[in-house]
């Protein structure tokens, strides 16, 4: 199945495109466009899936436009629920949605009944969070070898997502990727991931209004100011296993498990990338490091831990008259390294 037909819809945002007839030489020629209101699992379908069949002219059993069917699509997402995933996405409440899908457009008449075959894959990310990478990805390659991976979807992380959506890329002519996760914003890197498509956005759109709302613009004229916080001093407090403050540690220095970044880590990072992209105050003001402490949520804390990382960031956040932001993180680093002390000794 080529890419063409499959991807001249992609930026349609859900409406409905009706085409006149063509012959071979012709491109699709649209005659008119306009919304078309259907269920989300059902537009989802009919955007991306079955764009081939409505600029084919005409349609064979086992072909149209010269490629075979069915089209093939693999789902690759956990069988089951874990704390690895934040967002609760399991084959058992995707298979549901794309069943009534497919079984609404075959009845509507849009689609044959073998135009499209769905194989699953379980990325196992219930198991094992940094090892469900591996594993998505051999299933999606296992697949393209057997000849029946025409299209991509799903995945409930954004490690395997990436692997997956830069791999194949390489697969003929390019395989489709199109999920509601991946909302990291590097994932919108156009040259690295060409054929990934996400539904949800990104975390980029998340840091445009934080900076609208809150972030120092300069001087402002007084409607404006009115509009917006304008703090200089920002700190970030946050979630993160790879890089918290109290991540478990032996005796040699070693730490215990290699951990993934968080969902809160990459919408941090998501803020700086736009802050300094759109100021020169914060670009020159975090031009070595975001002001921020991570720590490990699911870690045991006394309440005396939490009290000197809440006092420690609250005073940076003040801007202290008289200090400076490194002398500021020089108390925090210290305060840190007494937190983990208190941690080691337990």
């Not at 990805?137 to 991976?149: H, K, M, P, Q, S």
């Not at 395997?160 to 914003?185: D, Y």
């Not at 054929?195 to 409607?223: C, E, N, P, V, W």
């Not at 490194?326 to 210290?334: A, G, H, L, V």
Request: hydrophobic content about 40%; proline content about 4%; aromatic content about 10%.
């Amino acid at each position: 199945m080529t890419l063409i037909s499959l991807l001249d819809l992609t930026t349609a945002s859900f409406t409905r495109a009706c085409f006149r007839k063509r012959t071979s030489s012709q491109r699709p020629a649209a005659v008119h466009l306009r919304q078309y209101h259907v269920p989300l699992s059902t537009a989802f379908l009919l955007v991306f899936l079955l764009s081939p069949l409505a600029h084919s002219q005409s349609l064979t059993p086992s072909t149209i436009n010269g490629n075979k069917l069915p089209f093939n699509v693999i789902l690759v997402l956990p069988e089951k629920e874990s704390n690895n995933d934040k967002f609760g996405i399991t084959m058992a409440k995707a298979k549901p949605v794309i069943d009534i899908s497919v079984q609404d457009v075959v009845k509507s008449g849009r689609m044959p009944p073998d135009f499209i075959n769905f194989t699953y894959h379980d990325s196992r990310y219930w198991e094992d969070a940094i090892l469900a990478e591996r594993w998505a990805t051999v299933g999606v390659v296992n697949a393209y070898c057997a000849g029946r991976l025409d299209a991509v979807l799903g995945f409930a992380d954004s490690y395997s997502l990436a692997t997956v959506a830069k791999v194949s890329a390489g697969f003929g002519n390019g395989v489709p990727v199109i999920t509601t996760a991946g909302m990291t914003s590097m994932l919108g890197a156009q040259k690295t991931y060409p054929f990934l498509t996400r539904m949800q956005g990104s975390y980029r759109q998340m840091a445009d209004s934080i900076y609208k709302l809150i972030a120092y613009k300069g001087d402002l004229t007084h409607s404006e100011s009115r509009s917006t916080i304008g703090y200089k001093n920002l700190i970030f407090m946050y979630h993160d296993k790879r890089r918290a403050v109290n991540r478990p540690q032996v005796a040699t220095g070693e730490q215990l498990s290699e951990d993934l970044s968080s969902h809160c880590y990459f919408s941090l990072y998501a803020i700086k990338m736009f802050f300094t992209e759109k100021s020169t105050f914060f670009k020159e003001a975090w031009k070595i490091q975001t002001p921020s402490l991570a720590f490990d949520e699911e870690v045991e804390r006394t309440s005396d831990e939490v009290k000197s990382w809440l006092k420690l960031v609250s005073e940076l956040a003040n801007g202290e008259s008289g200090r400076t932001l490194k002398e500021s993180f020089c108390d925090i680093k210290y305060g840190l390294q007494r937190s983990l002390k208190a941690v080691e000794a337990r």
